[in-house]
């Protein structure tokens, strides 16, 4: 619907847009989410169970994908092949090309991948099948487009048997060390509930034999990456950073802060381990940046304390609080985070100084992801402390969204297995994120209508102080997340910042006043149709 333009009141067209072709999916849940801001393409498709994701210097993507062992060995959980592949992105919300092998023949279960300077690191949990965890380092080549080289590998000896391996992956340039970089890891749980013996210890070997470590389970460490002669790497500062963690299987350092912010899952429970909803919610918690290997190390509770899911309760006490615990919101749950990504910088409010946080939920469902009933995407807002859903666990394409890149603009992600097979190749799909530009603007006028036909006349006078607000869900009440505008001295108002898209504008009928107008009306632009949007009042 276009609306023609009446007097004092227009929409500011400050760019040129086109149509776009239909989302594959679209953000919501929360009337913090609005969909009009972003832009959704399908980045990528046919790949190969896509995991982590990090950014080449070029700005194309590398990511984390495996060829699955045939079916019966098990597909993806057996002895697949781990592969980095580049994807290209030109801006156009869809990867160019065929995607380019950088590196192959890594062990199963590849789950994360960062750039340090001019290494290339990747973790990989190794398998049932009998292939130790690693984390391997490759040297770039001189283009983000030259082959990948191996020159060291880190493996992780657990005593078997154990549950949770590691599988989490952040960098950091070494503060004070030029050329040096600090790997954060986390070292998993032996069992589902109990804490594990911290004599329980893991072997950590370099390949070259130059480097041991004793690693203690439940935990995240912290080891420090230096140039060593020809080539190789040098480690060394070894330090656990937290401990009382399940599975941290998900960690970021924040931009600009330097603070580490990791997730962990939370306990199973019930006599199988797959009670639902699971005993203890699963939880974002954060060290800050000055705190990070220095003093004792941090404990954040498992198993003796802990959030209760199904009531947000806290059983037992002695460990650091979480920032945000996952309990169910509006019966929507979420279990099994993956992994996690700051907000980018030109998301909207309140989505652009928080943490995204994808579950990767039921593992038992069959069909598309509207089965799989566990699965949103989350974020939690730094500064109000909230968390609630970005996308709902009903959306159809989703089915494990596992991977998660930040960017100035866009949050890419992608989903392991849309229909929880694992046994076919080429099904996996990233998605692509971006924020709308904010640069628009509406506005009107809210007038003394002493005529009453709701149209203003050149004596009819602004109102001052007058409140209206976009509607963004359409309730006919203001909500959380409803951006609201107050007339100034001559009844003028406006919102600004805003994307193209479609839009309801109430205004408040104060006490003593009638409306001689409707108390709301629609917008609708695309290429910048003007708008009528003024109210009458006597």
């Known amino acids: 619907m276009k609306h023609q333009?009446?007097?004092?009141?227009?929409?500011?067209?400050?760019?040129?847009?086109?149509?776009?072709?239909?989302?594959?999916?679209?953000?919501?849940?929360?009337?913090?989410?609005?969909?009009?801001d972003f832009r959704i393409t399908t980045f990528a498709t046919g790949l190969n169970f896509p995991n982590g994701m990090t950014k080449l210097p070029d700005g194309s993507i590398l990511v984390v994908t495996s060829i699955p062992a045939p079916a019966n060995q098990g597909g993806y959980f057996g002895p697949a092949?781990?592969?980095?592949?580049?994807?290209?992105?030109?801006?156009?919300g869809t990867a160019i090309g065929t995607p380019q092998v950088l590196a192959t023949g890594l062990p199963p279960f590849t789950t994360d991948v960062r750039v340090a300077g001019k290494w290339v690191i990747a973790t990989s949990a190794g398998s049932a099948s009998g292939a130790n965890p690693t984390i391997r380092v490759f040297a770039m080549g001189a283009k983000s487009s030259s082959p990948l080289t191996?020159?060291?590998?880190?493996?992780f000896t657990f005593p078997q048997p154990w549950m949770h391996l590691t599988y989490a992956l952040e960098t950091r340039p070494t503060p004070h060390r030029k050329g040096s970089y600090d790997i954060f890891f986390n070292v998993g749980s032996q069992t589902d509930s109990v804490t594990t013996p911290p004599t329980s210890t893991i072997a950590l070997i370099s390949s070259d034999g130059a480097f041991t470590g004793t690693l203690r389970p439940d935990s995240i460490y912290k080891l420090t990456l230096s140039p060593g002669s020809r080539g190789k790497v040098v480690y060394s500062g070894l330090i656990q950073v937290a401990f009382g963690l399940r599975n941290a299987a998900g960690i970021a350092i924040q931009p600009g802060s330097g603070d580490l912010f990791f997730e962990d899952n939370g306990i199973n429970g019930g006599p199988t381990g797959d009670a639902n909803p699971q005993l203890s919610a699963d939880t974002l918690n954060m060290i800050p940046f000055a705190q990070?290997?220095?003093?004792?190390?941090?404990?954040?509770?498992?198993?003796?304390?802990?959030?209760?899911?199904?009531?947000?309760?806290?059983?037992?006490?002695?460990?650091?609080?979480?920032?945000?615990?996952?309990?169910p919101v509006n019966g929507s749950i979420a279990e099994g985070p993956q992994d996690i990504a700051h907000a980018p910088a030109a998301f909207p409010e309140p989505l652009n100084h928080g943490v995204f946080l994808g579950f990767y939920g039921q593992g038992n469902y069959t069909g598309d992801g509207l089965a799989n009933t566990q699965n949103p995407v989350s974020y939690y807002d730094q500064y109000s402390g909230r968390h609630f859903d970005f996308i709902s666990n009903d959306v159809a394409a989703i089915g494990h969204p596992v991977g998660w890149l930040s960017t100035a603009d866009s949050l890419f992600f992608s989903d392991l297995a849309p229909d929880n097979t694992f046994t076919t190749a080429g099904a996996g799909v990233i998605y692509q994120i971006q924020a709308k530009p904010r640069v628009n603007s509406i506005t009107g006028n809210v007038f003394l209508d002493y005529s009453g036909d709701g149209v203003r006349n050149g004596i009819e006078p602004g109102l001052a102080g007058e409140t209206l607000y976009i509607d963004y869900n359409g309730s006919g009440t203001l909500d959380a997340g409803d951006p609201v505008a107050t007339t100034d001295a001559k009844g003028n108002y406006k919102f600004s910042n805003l994307t193209l898209g479609d839009y309801r504008i109430n205004v408040f009928v104060p006490p003593g006043h009638i409306a001689t107008s409707p108390t709301f009306r629609f917008t609708a632009f695309a290429s910048g149709t003007s708008a009528g949007l003024n109210f009458g009042l006597v």
Do not use: K
């Not at 092949?81 to 156009?92: C, E, K, M, Y």
């Not at 191996?150 to 493996?155: D, E, G, N």
């Not at 806290?314 to 609080?321: I, Y």
């Open 5 to 36: 333009s009446s007097p004092g009141s227009f929409f500011e067209p400050l760019e040129s847009r086109c149509l776009l072709t239909a989302a594959p999916f679209t953000v919501g849940g929360s009337p913090y989410v609005h969909a009009q």
């Open 292 to 327: 990070i290997g220095n003093g004792n190390p941090p404990d954040f509770g498992f198993a003796h304390s802990y959030i209760v899911e199904s009531t947000g309760q806290r059983v037992g006490s002695g460990a650091v609080g979480p920032l945000a615990a996952f309990t």
């Open 150 to 155: 191996l020159v060291s590998t880190l493996t």
């Open 81 to 92: 092949t781990g592969q980095l592949v580049r994807l290209v992105d030109n801006g156009s």
